[in-house]
């Protein structure tokens, strides 16, 4: 089972950037992005496959990046024009979901 390690988030004030980093034990397919604010069910945030292609919540279209680099194991998620609700914190996982990391908080305030 790959073990999933993210990083990279932080307290940004409204309109700041933050990129993520989700580092695998192992070779990984499709990847997904996630989050889970506070008193809310987790939900998806964007996806990329093996190939590249990408999907993405309509909430963070426009905003949101995710990209790979399969040699380095790592998914990213570059996040621009933050906003207060998109405070949660956030978890890579393989598509479909298998263990969950301690994922990565992101606070967004002023």
């Known amino acids: 089972q790959v073990q999933l390690v993210e990083s990279g988030g932080g307290l940004v004030q409204p309109g700041g950037s933050l990129r993520l980093s989700c580092a695998a034990s192992?070779?990984?397919?499709?990847m997904g992005w996630y989050r889970q604010a506070p008193g809310k069910q987790r939900e998806f945030v964007a996806s990329?496959?093996?190939?590249?292609?990408?999907l993405y919540r309509d909430s963070v279209k426009g905003r949101v990046t995710i990209s790979r680099n399969s040699a380095k194991k790592t998914v990213y998620l570059q996040m621009n024009s933050l906003k207060p609700e998109d405070t949660a914190v956030y978890y890579c996982?393989?598509?479909?979901?298998?263990?969950w990391g301690q994922g990565t908080q992101v606070t967004v305030s002023s």
């Open positions: 192992g070779s990984i397919n499709a």
């Open positions: 990329i496959s093996s190939g590249g292609d990408t």
């Open positions: 996982n393989t598509i479909p979901p298998t263990a």
